[in-house]
């Protein structure tokens, strides 16, 4: 069979399976608002996939769905033992929901996979940095934090200082393994410091740094030793050389606690004086959690790899 016909073939196969469709059965009480089941893929991170929600969630709001985010039913790199949501190790389900309204069979539509193309007031479309109030009010209407993330976060945060600290994000693993196409090229950690020692000169500050890569964060701590803030919880990964995506490696470990972290650096991150990094989903939500109450923010724009 001609490689164009296969190719055409397994696009429609694709198409039907990521786009957004109806879900009913003879059962489903169609007088009801549709539960929007929001679906989210394997491999994406959880602040990208938590862009995705917003996004999402926001568009079944606007069109009087019931907005639910299913990490259980549909594939992704996170698992809970038992029939649990791993999302809501994470995050609430929108205030919308409740699940004895499931016991009524509503109708259901299950949500695209991939990230949100939705016009959502402009602000979810696409991984925008801007607008951070204003995606803030978004998310604080749809979703709120786990215990598990923010039990004790504001007293570790009052015990390192955080407030006078720069904030510095420094993505590598994978990142600088394997290029991803389309994805913002990442700052090397000589730039990163020499933005820091910038902002030192003016003010003797000490660093919060957040970096999955054991190899940014060993830089870091031979140039600025003590002036480095630890987190006790910190997770580094040792010398990458894998041809995998980092998510492939966090497999092997407890994948829900090492994103619990994540998130919990990312929020002590939004708590900083200032922010120096590259763009991702991690300093794009830094921002937003932040409020825009930075004072400075220097975010590397080297093109995208």
């Known amino acids: 069979m001609n490689n164009s016909i296969i190719k055409s073939k397994i696009k429609k196969i694709t198409d039907i399976r990521f786009r957004e469709r109806k879900c009913f059965s003879i059962f489903s009480n169609k007088d009801l608002n549709p539960v929007y089941v929001i679906r989210l893929f394997y491999g994406q991170g959880i602040l990208s996939s938590l862009y995705s929600a917003c996004g999402q969630a926001f568009h079944a709001r606007k069109n009087n769905m019931i907005p639910y985010v299913d990490m259980l039913h549909y594939k992704t790199q996170y698992k809970l033992k038992g029939k649990k949501n791993p999302w809501e190790a994470f995050f609430s389900q929108p205030p919308e929901f409740d699940e004895k309204y499931l016991d009524l069979n509503p109708p259901k539509i299950l949500s695209r996979y991939s990230p949100p193309e939705y016009e959502v007031n402009n602000l979810f479309t696409q ?76 003010h003797d500050l000490k660093i919060f740094l957040v970096t999955e890569d054991n190899s940014i964060y060993s830089e870091f701590l031979n140039y600025y030793g003590d002036r480095i803030v630890k987190f006790d919880e910190d997770i580094h990964f040792d010398s990458y050389s894998e041809k995998v995506p980092l998510h492939e490696k966090i497999m ?24 120096v990094g590259g763009k991702t989903s991690g300093s794009l939500w830094a921002c937003i959690f932040n409020d825009e109450q930075y004072k400075d923010v220097y975010l590397f724009d080297n093109g995208v790899y």
């Open 252 to 275: 092997s470990y407890d994948s829900i606690h090492v994103a619990q972290v994540y998130i919990k650096k990312i929020l002590l991150l939004s708590k900083c004086k200032y922010l």
């Open 127 to 202: 991984y925008d940095f801007g607008l951070y109030s204003e995606k803030k009010k978004v998310f604080d209407s749809l979703f709120r934090f786990s215990p598990d993330i923010t039990d004790n976060l504001d007293r570790i945060a009052m015990d390192m200082n955080i407030s006078d600290c720069i904030g510095v994000y420094a993505r590598g693993t994978d990142y600088n393994a394997l290029k991803p196409k389309n994805h913002h090229i990442q700052p090397s950690a000589s730039q990163l410091i020499e933005k820091c020692d910038e902002y030192i000169k003016e």
